[in-house]
């Protein structure tokens, strides 16, 4: 039985930890060759212990330095920075990339890893978002295999197995986060510790602000775009609380098929870690017995309106995807550090795609600059938030 051999980029992060639990439920199948981390070394190098990689990266050199404290007398490779993680994405032995860096860090070992070869189980929205016609046009020149593991498109992905020719719609369900039923008067008032703590899912203080604003959702419409290849007009986000049902895809005839499972990231990772491949795991099965109500209803774009502003930016195209991704990463920065309001992310992402002249067919040099730039515009601009 050979052996698939993974690199997990943001190993330390949610999806990370959770892919390193496949990794554990099927020791004989599935060998770590390199991990990448950003600042957390204490357990960077505990995971390194354990699964014994040939190659580590690390956020800087400072933490380096830690790391290789921490890590004498074994005998991977520490490496740093940018550099460091796409040469842990490339690394020759690799299989197969678990790219769940969070973020626009996550592009260049992306891109690495494609041109290098390398199948990639997708965990980092934010470069679909960014960079999803380079990033698309690099998968099919370099023959790879792109494989979804956000819960939500895990789900399409899976319903539309055999094909797309005859879909109708997409529908990406959303718990509606934390505020779903909050007035706007209220969402003035809520501060990053009541935004973190999301109803159904546990995931990573960045994605979990995305879901509070609903800018995950409309991040997530640019991503199955891309990924599915389906008009915008025929990807629509539903309120679904219960996150019992991951997505549905519906057909021309009326039919729909929904993918349902616990709220449980392991089971998509694995999913793209053994595609076209099930096995069985001991992981929990819903329970129709225990269920009781399934509820659904049109996501509110007045109050939530990072929703429809994604999605304009998406239908738009050229760099107003990259500015939408660049401002919101550090706007929800300032807002986890209580800087700004809730209310003040879709206000300053406006503002900032307002302020942007887009360039079209963007290169990637392209892409990281509109990023940098709406980045240092939200910083100008923040002594003019109103707090």
């Not at 994604?310 to 919101?328: D, F, H, M, S």
Request: proline content about 4%; charged content about 20%.
């Amino acid at each position: 039985m050979n052996m698939k051999k993974i690199a997990i980029l943001g190993s330390t992060g949610s999806i990370g930890r959770q892919a390193l639990a496949v990794v554990d439920a099927f020791p004989e199948r599935f060998q770590v060759v390199s991990l990448a981390a950003g600042s957390n070394v204490q357990l960077l190098a505990d995971q390194a212990k354990k699964y014994h990689p040939q190659i580590v990266s690390i956020g800087n050199g400072e933490k380096a330095k830690e790391l290789a404290a921490l890590l004498q007398g074994e005998s991977c490779e520490i490496v740093v920075g940018q550099e460091g993680s796409e040469l842990a994405a490339t690394h020759e032995d690799v299989d197969m990339v678990l790219a769940a860096i969070s973020g626009i860090a996550g592009l260049l070992p992306v891109v690495a890893a494609i041109k290098a070869g390398k199948d990639i189980a997708f965990a980092n929205k934010e470069v679909l978002v960014a960079a999803g016609q380079l990033v698309m046009d690099l998968v099919r020149e370099h023959q790879v295999q792109l494989l979804p593991v956000d819960s939500e498109h895990s789900a399409v992905w899976q319903c539309l197995s055999g094909g797309c020719r005859e879909v109708e719609s997409i529908l990406l369900t959303a718990s509606g986060g934390p505020f779903r039923n909050f007035t706007k008067e209220q969402l003035a008032h809520v501060r990053a510790a009541d935004a973190l703590k999301h109803p159904t899912w546990s995931m990573g203080d960045k994605i979990t602000i995305d879901s509070a604003t609903l800018m995950n959702k409309g991040f997530e419409v640019i991503e199955a775009h891309w990924l599915f290849g389906m008009p915008y007009e025929k990807i629509k986000a539903v309120i679904h609380p219960q996150s019992v049902i991951h997505s549905m895809v519906q057909f021309v005839d009326g039919a729909i098929l929904a993918q349902l499972g616990p709220t449980d990231m392991r089971l998509a990772i694995q999913y793209a870690f053994t595609y076209p491949e099930r096995w069985e795991n001991a992981l929990e099965r819903v329970d129709f017995s225990a269920l009781g109500e399934l509820t659904f209803a049109t996501p509110d774009t007045k109050r939530f309106p990072c929703l429809s502003m994604a999605i304009e930016a998406g239908k738009q195209g050229a760099t107003y995807p990259v500015v939408l991704n660049g401002a919101n990463e550090a706007l929800v920065g300032l807002f986890l550090q209580d800087k700004i309001s809730f209310l003040d992310i879709p206000k300053m992402v406006a503002r900032t795609l307002e302020a942007h002249n887009s360039m079209a067919n963007p290169t990637l040099a392209d892409i990281l600059a509109c990023d940098q730039w709406a980045r240092a515009f939200v910083q100008e601009q923040l002594a003019c938030i109103i707090r």
